[in-house]
């Protein structure tokens, strides 16, 4: 049987493209120019179009969108201009309001701030340019490094075999270098490899996971997919548990192992895939 192992380009396409479809069309946006500038040479209040050429999120270091921070452009045809993130991270300024070297600022009270340049033109990708922001808070993260047990449960997944329900893993997590993230690999289970992890993220005291694609083979053939984002608050120092809901899919695949390979779970062809979603599955890390 033959086994796809993802390259590092793909699972960051894999990544670019899942955040992208997550992100739902917004209403038109204000622009204001800093309150630091004169009248004479501030810039006039822009709206955005509702198609706008590039766009760009902020999030904390657990996954979380960021809402009220401020983006300001730092040169280029429009610097000084800013904007502020809306309730789920977003922003955007229209076409004509950067270059290509053009610089941006994000900055929240409480986070480092952080700048980024303009990111390279993507073709596939609406809009075509994006630039996605990650700002560390400015608080140690919760010490929560050990090893653990790991179990995820469906919420409400009487359409998966009963054994794939409810599955465990031993994972290790490594100490928090600051408010970041981590690549875990768990075991305890046959993971096929280049989709045996998940990444853990620490801000404060909140604890995020992202699972883009976590597979089992349970048998022969037989595959559960795990895709999903869970979070949750935990005790800042060494927590025996750590309890986050889950909001994603689990899906289990059946092929033929004598001549289908696993590919076929992600086609969709000549393959049996049950799916269960939902906002309410759950994820428990108890240390061992």
Known sequence: MTISTPSAIVRSVLSSVILMTSIACGSDRTLTAPS??????????????????????????????????????????????????????????????????????ATKDGYEPAIMPLGSFCAACNPNRWVNFVLKLQVPPASIAGSY???????????????VQTRTYAVTLPPTAGNAYSSISPTGANFLPGWNQF???????????????????????????IGMSAGGLVDPEHPATITARADGRISYCTIDPASGVFDNCLRGTTAQVATCSSQQHTLILTRR
């Open 36 to 105: 630091s500038l004169n009248a004479a040479n501030s810039r006039p209040t822009a709206t955005l179009p509702s198609s706008a050429f590039m766009r760009g999120t902020v999030s904390d270091t657990a996954f979380r969108h960021l809402t009220g921070a401020t983006i300001e452009i730092l040169n280029g045809p429009s610097a000084g201009l800013t904007i502020t993130s809306d309730g789920r991270g977003e922003w955007a300024f229209p076409p004509g309001a950067f270059d290509d070297s053009t610089q941006f600022r």
């Open 149 to 163: 047990t790991m179990t995820i449960t469906g919420d409400r997944c009487t359409n998966l075999p009963e054994q």
């Open 199 to 225: 990444e853990l993220g620490v801000s404060g005291n909140y604890v995020g996971l992202w699972f883009e694609t976590l597979v089992e083979e349970v048998a022969p053939g037989n595959y559960l997919l």
